[in-house]
Every structure is written in C-alpha cells, then in structure tokens.
C-alpha cells in the first residue's frame, strides 16, 4: 500500500495529499473547495474535540450556538475586521428556488430577493458582539466564557485539504471581561490551553508567542500564536488566541455598569483552532508508509491481526484476542480485532500501518502454542515478541512509551532545524531550506514585509516560552537596535 | 420568578416561549428566524448529542462530515425530494464583498457571481448520495452507516424557538445497504433508537409508527416517525427513519456488484432528530414555576443552596455540601453549590425552579446542627427532610425515582387523552380539545385531506408498537373499509 504514496523526499506537498485521501481521512467534495470528511478523519477529529472540549471547560468555559449568517451591515461595524476579513465570503442573497418555466429543472426565484444579504459566518465576533450586548448590563454579567463547535466558511481560491478548505470545522471563544488585564489574562491561558494540547495529545511540539502586528488577527489589539515545525521545516500556525482589547465592544455598544456604577466598554478576547489541526497532525509525524498517529488521538490503539489456515485455528486466535480487547478497553484502550477473511495479513498490516494505528499485534497458531504474540510499534517500525502473560500491562506501557517517542522525534527535528542567524546573506540562503531562523528584528512592519518580500519568509512569533532570547542585538535585515530574536520561518 | 411566566391555562403558546427564554435556553438572534442557544440550552442538547451518538455507535454507526453546500443542479436530480423540499432554502450567489465606492461599509461584489449558485444545506441526502457513489464499488462496501452532527437551513417563514426556525442543528444519518430488507430493518432499528432515546432520556412517551404516504419525507417510500403528546395535547413529531428505496442510487447512479458480480443500484435510508427535540422536552414536562428536566438529561442534576446569617455559618456549610458534591459526582452526578452571596435563598430556589434542577437542597445551621438536610424535587414541589448520613445513596435514589415519575406522570396525561373514536361528529367536537383520536381510515390520500381540510387533524402515524388496533372497521369520514385505526391529532 505503501508504494501508492508519493515519498516524502520526492514531494513533500504530493506526499501530504497522497496520505489525507489513501488513509481515507478527507477527500475533495463536488462543491469547489469543500472537503468530505470521511469517518476514519472525523473518528481523530473528534478526540481532538472531546479532549479539547473537556480542557475549555475546566477553565470555566461553557459551549452555546450563535447563527450561521450574519447581516451585511455588521461587517460595516468594525472597519478593521472588514478589512481583514469580509471580502472572499459565501454571500447568501435569496430564500427561495423555484421550477424553471423551461422545464430545466430548479431556478433561482427572483421574487425572494432578500432585502438585506447575509454572509456565511466567516468567523463570529460580530455576531456574538451583537448578541453580548443584550446578556451584559453589570460587572456581575461578567465574565462571559462561551465557546461553539461550528462551521464557518473563507472564499478561498487555493485549497487543500484540511490546511486551507472554504468550509471547516472548528471551535471559536469568545469572551468579555470587566478589565483589559482579565482579557489579557484569558488570551494567555486559552494559548496555553492549546500549547499543551498540541505537546501532550497531538506530540507536537510549539513554540508560544506574540504575532508581530502585520500578522495579527483583523481587529486585534494582540494576537498570541502556537507555531509547529512541518517535516519539511515550514512553519504552521495552529492556534491563536487574541486580544481584542474594546474594539467590538465600541462597534456593538457593548457597556457594563463597574462597582461604582460607571458605564465603561466591555474586553474581548477570541480563540480557536480548527481541523486544520488535521494537517497538521499528519505532516508532524507521517512518514513514507502512512499516517503515525499518537495513541491519545488515535481512533484504533491497538489492531490485532489474527494468522490462521484453519477455521478451527481461526477461532482459537480469535477467542484469545477478545480476552484481550476486553482487558484493554477496561482500561479504556480502543482495539480492533480485524478479523476480515477476504484479506491476506500482509494486506492488513499495510493497510493498518497506512492508517497510522500505533500497535500491531499478530498471532499465529505457534504464538497462541507458545503463549506470546507479536507486537509491531508503527512510529519506529520494530517488532518484539511479548509474552501474554501480562499483556494489558505492556500494552498500556507501550502506548505510553509510543506517545512520548514520537514527541521526542518531533522535537529532535525541530531542535536540529532551528538556528540563530546574524547575517543576511545566511538568513536568504537557509530559510528555504526549512529552517526555523532566530533573528533579531527591529519592530518595524516595513522591515517585516521587505523580508516577506524577498524571502517570502515571516515572523511567525516573538516567542515567550521556547527559544526566548532577550538579548541586544541588530535587526538582520536593517541593522537597526532589537532587543529579543524572533521566528522567522515560510509558512503554510 | 414565576410570576413572569404566563400560565399554561392562560396562554400554552406564550408560557412555552416564556419558559424558553426565561430559563435562558435560547433567543431568537438579529437573523430573521434564526436562534441563539444559549449555554444552559446548549447543555441539555450537549446531554442529548453525547446519548444519542453512543446509541448510533453502539449499531456500528460512524460519524462524518459533508459539505454545508449543495450546487443547484442537484437538486433537479431528484424530482420528489425537489418537489418537498428545494424551494425554501437560502440560496449563495455570490463569494466576495467589497469596500462601498460610495464610502458606505460593504456591498457584494457584482464581478464575484458564483456561476452555479450554491444552496445551504436543508438535508443532505443530495451531496451524500453523490459522494457514496465513489465509496461503493462491490458488495463488500456494504453496508455504509454514516451519520453527521450539523446545521441545516430551511426558510421558514413562521418561527419559535426550537420548534421551527430557519435555521436548526441535528443529526442525520444516511445508510447505504445491498438489499431492501436490511435497509428497511436499519429504518426500524433507527426509530427505535429514536424511542427508545425519548423514553428512558427524555422520560416522553412516544407513539412509534408509519406515516400515511401524504406525511412522507420527499423522497422517501417508507416515514417511521415517533409521536409526543403535548401537555396542549397536540402532537409532536420528535424523530423521523426513512426508507429511501433506490431513489437516490437511480438520481445520482450509485451501483455494487453483488456476489454473482451483477451491478445493482444501492438501498438507502435516512433517519434524523434536531434541536426541535429541545422544545418537546419543555412542553413535555414543564410547569408554571419553569422547566422540569429529567435528570438524565439535567446540566445539573442537584443544586445546594446554603442559608446563614455568619461568614462562620457559611463556610461550615458549604465545606459539608463540598463533602457531598465530591460523593454525588464521583457516582457521575452534576452538582452545583449555589454560593452566591448577593442573593437571597427564595430568589436561588425560584431561579433554579424555573431552570428546572431536579434536586434542590437547602441546609441552614439547625439543619447542619441536627446532621439533615431540606430535600426538594422539582418535579412535583414536594419537600423532605433527609439524614446527611448515607445522603448520597438517597439522592442517588431520589434522581432515579424522579427520572421514573416524570415519564409515569406523562405517560397517564398521554393514556388520559387518548380515546377510539368512530363517529365524525363526535371526532370534530374532540379533535381540537387535546386528544389524540384512534380512527378508521380508508388508506385512501384523499379521506386524509378532506380531514385535514375540515379540521387540521393529521394522521400523526400508522401505530406499529403502542395503540395498535388491527381490527375491522370503517373509515370515520368516508364509511370505507378499514383493517386498522390510526393516530389522528392536531400536530406542532
């Protein structure tokens, strides 16, 4: 199965897609840019959202429903978020089809023009905004913490699947505060909420920080930022949390009366990720045969492929795999006995390292004989016999022990390709190569884009917990004073 | 907090909306026909969503995703499922704004016209049916059982909350299947999950049975449906399982090579609930003082609400109510300790009355002296006074026998309001005074909107599980022959 992939070092980009539609994750739909994703996808998708849901809610977060559509007029309201973001949207203008005269079919009925369009949510805030300002009247009001799981559609004109689709899914929060530093506060906890995420459930490793102003959220006063290292050393953002200071507060009319019993403007923040965390979950850890999923996000833990001539073999095996899928899923492992008899082994275990399922077990007549069974780890591809004695321990110290080996992996990666550079002769030959560059910058949006620019390479954060260096230096491009180096990386 | 609700003798319509929106479970938002479901709404639904989707997993159901977006076209595939349902729908027509050459926010762009518009969602069959036509190949594809969690868009003219709005969130599952028996038998297993679901989740008894051809879904050959009864005594139809025939393989050419290698066209089925089910639960089971949740479905199950006078009494008794928090939760009960020191004790029972918390528990310092606590059910108003010894097992008790009561309560309304019926005067005296009547009917689609006409009585179902009565008779409005009585009522 393995040699209907693309190699990585052939083409990394082929690679990638050849992954998303073999492993039967997505697929392109008949509707331009618009993915299907498929149940093996949405089974990973949905541990995300369930461990990602469950962490929100610890912090106090609640999940409500605001509409799809939003008015027109509202992407008139907050004249920086229009322009960031209101233009590639789907526009909804009619409320009706009709038979055509012609017989052809259905047409649009001209009669049901609607007097106002409505645009398909391309993100919620001036929705949510408009609504916020019926629920605050008091400090006692706040804070707000609402988070939805919803769709939201971007008109864009190049996608691929997962990274850049018109439609996906994903989660946004929006929250209100009585002080900026409340807000603040917030913006930070929701980036740490998806830093950890990112380190212990999808063992990738991020780097936190600020984005630079040129690359923050439209109608952000500060946009926080978790950024990963792909396996061919591009950067990808996958979560942001931004702080929106008043700015819709002022737009919606948003005010609560304090303690003293003053009218002051409502603090935003917004924050989300979204199944864009799909991609990169897969380009993090994949290799040349499949998928390499982690085991806390991976739908099947463990899939057991029995070996067997005769039925009466067949049976024997299967009967001592269920003792073991019981033992597992009592400790809350998801196991699969694939016990299809149209199917070779040899076409199971491809199609399951295909898959990225973290442990392979087979067994055969002379294992059950023996009392062991053999036991395959997809992330370094080796194979142990274990006995089964015990297996459900082993079993569960192994996924541990898979999980963190493929963090380390990732973070040995990264750790090789990321460098300080002073230079910039240096700086354009390597950071097409697939380097993460720490620069010194010197705060400028006109030296940010002459880089992009010339590079295409930009400021993917000012770190704040990994590679912090605050150190005096020279910007690399203009030579003028900076204090602390920043990422420099080409982007998804 | 109660005198703010109307009363349901007074005005039914009005004391549903007010519960609905006093109670903070939704509100209709600045789009025309279009709610905002609000955090403690959205929690009940959370509830309903997690049971149900176990109880699709646990048929081997997986979930995944397809596009909000159907192009027009395919809507002219399918001539039925047009006639019924392409007309109201919110139609895309355009993908970009741009800046007002006027300098007033944004218009659409005239250049930015789609050239095949977009219709958003209303159901999904269209768009699934023309993607499983590339999954299926052989027999061995067979059977696929997908669901989706989604919004869809239906442009209602007429809207309440829950009940009908333009825009609304459900599931909807689509079945593929090599014969017409097992699809038929996915239709029956599917509405009995649906019953099922409604009778030991939202304690509501239903009605499961066949639609009379006139009350079919577009497209389909065979409605089962599962029927409420109102405390107005109309009718609900709470959840729907279709059987789609080779309708859609035919319209969108989805074939499988049996086992003999011959190419058939595929069985479908389609089965769906939404968020309507929110308003069946609060017309179900509610009050003049609120909501009454069934503890299976509660956001919280028990709230405690302590009375002092002393910071000294407060804090004694909220650290013993975190004592039976940790207890009640640990058994997988939700419990809320309602600390709030801004409000008085009356106003917290009253609030929580009317958000309908099953179990209210009230503890001052003689109660705390004297080792009880006040025990108070929602469901009908009565108080006790309870041993703190072993109180986690009497709660536990308590929720079980209230989630018990609850059901028993509607289920003797429900008995109470139905009655046979075989004469057409007395049928029209009845039918608009809350019954629901078991008539004779002819079979014939005519009959049924000669009824319909004359007095807005629909046949609700054809029973299959409660109500049946195969017995000879005549059709109550045409004097026909009939083998059977069917549910006849006014619906919502």
Same mark, same amino acid.
């Given at each position: 199965m393995a040699d209907q992939i693309t190699k990585r070092s052939e083409n990394y980009s082929q690679w990638y897609s050849d992954l998303v539609v073999k492993a039967d994750l997505a697929e392109q739909s008949s509707v =331009?840019?618009?993915?299907?994703?498929?149940?093996?996808? $949405?089974?990973?998708?949905?541990?995300?959202?369930?461990?990602? /849901?469950?962490?929100?809610?610890? &912090?106090?977060?609640?999940?409500?429903?605001?509409?799809?559509?939003?008015?027109?007029?509202?992407? *008139?309201?907050?004249? %920086?978020? !229009?322009?960031?973001?209101?233009?590639?949207?789907?526009?909804?203008?009619?409320?009706?089809?009709?038979?055509?005269?012609?017989?052809?079919? !259905?047409?649009?009925?001209?009669?049901?023009?609607?007097?106002?369009?409505?645009?398909?949510?391309?993100? +919620?805030?001036?929705?949510?905004?408009?609504?916020?300002?019926?629920?605050?009247?008091?400090?006692?009001?706040?804070?707000?913490?609402?988070?939805?799981?919803?769709?939201?559609?971007?008109?864009?004109?190049?996608?691929?699947?997962?990274? =850049?689709?018109?439609?996906?899914?994903?989660q946004e929060g929006h929250t209100a505060h009585a002080t900026a530093q409340e807000a603040m506060e917030e913006t930070e906890r929701m980036v740490n909420v998806y830093a950890d995420f990112a380190r212990n $459930?999808?063992?990738?490793? !991020?780097?936190?920080?600020?984005? *630079?102003?040129?690359e923050r959220?439209?109608?952000?006063? /500060? &946009?926080?930022?978790?950024?990963?290292?792909?396996?061919?050393?591009?950067?990808?953002?996958?979560?942001?949390?931004?702080?929106?200071?008043?700015?819709?507060?002022?737009?919606? /009319?948003?005010?609560?009366a304090n303690k003293e019993g003053q009218l002051e403007y409502v603090w935003a923040t917004s924050w989300g990720v979204s199944t864009r965390l799909m991609g990169a979950l897969v380009m993090a850890h994949g290799d040349d045969n499949g998928l390499v999923l982690p085991p806390a996000l991976a739908p099947i833990q463990v899939v057991m492929v029995p070996i067997y001539k005769t039925d009466e073999e067949r049976s024997a095996i299967i009967a001592k795999m269920e003792e073991f899928k019981k033992a597992l899923e009592a400790k809350g492992h998801s196991v699969k006995i694939d016990d299809r008899d149209t199917l070779r082994p040899g076409f199971k275990f491809a199609e399951w390292e295909l898959k990225g399922v973290p442990v392979r077990m087979a067994m055969g007549p002379r294992d059950l004989a023996a009392g062991t069974v053999e036991v395959a780890r997809r992330d370094n591809m080796t194979k142990t016999t274990v006995p089964l004695e015990?297996?459900?321990?082993?079993? %569960?110290?192994?996924?541990?022990?898979i999980q963190k080996g493929i963090?380390?992996?990732?973070?040995?990666?990264?750790? +090789?390709? !990321?460098?300080?550079? /002073?230079?910039? %002769? %240096?700086f354009k030959a390597k950071i097409g190569t697939g380097k993460f560059l720490l620069c010194h910058w010197d705060g400028t949006a006109e030296t940010e884009q002459k880089i992009k620019d010339e590079t295409k390479a930009t400021i993917r954060c000012i770190p704040v917990d990994s590679f912090v260096c605050e150190e005096e230096g020279k910007d690399i491009y203009s030579g003028k004073p900076s204090k602390q180096r920043v990422v420099f990386a080409i982007a998804y």
């Amino acid at each position: 199965m393995a040699d209907q992939i693309t190699k990585r070092s052939e083409n990394y980009s082929q690679w990638y897609s050849d992954l998303v539609v073999k492993a039967d994750l997505a697929e392109q739909s008949s509707v =331009r840019g618009c993915m299907v994703i498929k149940p093996y996808g $949405y089974a990973i998708w949905e541990k995300m959202q369930r461990t990602l /849901d469950d962490m929100f809610k610890a &912090t106090g977060v609640q999940n409500a429903y605001f509409p799809l559509f939003i008015p027109k007029s509202f992407f *008139s309201k907050e004249a %920086e978020h !229009v322009a960031g973001f209101a233009k590639e949207c789907a526009v909804v203008t009619h409320h009706r089809l009709m038979n055509d005269p012609g017989g052809k079919g !259905v047409v649009v009925d001209p009669e049901a023009k609607l007097e106002e369009e409505l645009i398909v949510r391309p993100t +919620s805030e001036t929705i949510i905004w408009s609504t916020y300002k019926n629920w605050i009247k008091s400090w006692r009001d706040l804070p707000i913490l609402c988070n939805q799981w919803a769709n939201v559609v971007r008109w864009e004109m190049r996608t691929r699947l997962f990274l =850049r689709t018109a439609e996906f899914l994903w989660q946004e929060g929006h929250t209100a505060h009585a002080t900026a530093q409340e807000a603040m506060e917030e913006t930070e906890r929701m980036v740490n909420v998806y830093a950890d995420f990112a380190r212990n $459930y999808m063992a990738i490793p !991020v780097i936190v920080g600020h984005k *630079s102003p040129n690359e923050r959220f439209a109608g952000a006063l /500060d &946009t926080m930022t978790i950024e990963a290292m792909m396996q061919d050393g591009k950067a990808l953002q996958a979560g942001t949390s931004h702080f929106l200071g008043q700015n819709f507060a002022k737009s919606f /009319d948003v005010k609560f009366a304090n303690k003293e019993g003053q009218l002051e403007y409502v603090w935003a923040t917004s924050w989300g990720v979204s199944t864009r965390l799909m991609g990169a979950l897969v380009m993090a850890h994949g290799d040349d045969n499949g998928l390499v999923l982690p085991p806390a996000l991976a739908p099947i833990q463990v899939v057991m492929v029995p070996i067997y001539k005769t039925d009466e073999e067949r049976s024997a095996i299967i009967a001592k795999m269920e003792e073991f899928k019981k033992a597992l899923e009592a400790k809350g492992h998801s196991v699969k006995i694939d016990d299809r008899d149209t199917l070779r082994p040899g076409f199971k275990f491809a199609e399951w390292e295909l898959k990225g399922v973290p442990v392979r077990m087979a067994m055969g007549p002379r294992d059950l004989a023996a009392g062991t069974v053999e036991v395959a780890r997809r992330d370094n591809m080796t194979k142990t016999t274990v006995p089964l004695e015990g297996l459900e321990h082993s079993v %569960e110290d192994l996924l541990a022990d898979i999980q963190k080996g493929i963090y380390e992996k990732a973070l040995a990666f990264r750790a +090789s390709n !990321v460098e300080k550079c /002073d230079d910039w %002769e %240096e700086f354009k030959a390597k950071i097409g190569t697939g380097k993460f560059l720490l620069c010194h910058w010197d705060g400028t949006a006109e030296t940010e884009q002459k880089i992009k620019d010339e590079t295409k390479a930009t400021i993917r954060c000012i770190p704040v917990d990994s590679f912090v260096c605050e150190e005096e230096g020279k910007d690399i491009y203009s030579g003028k004073p900076s204090k602390q180096r920043v990422v420099f990386a080409i982007a998804y």
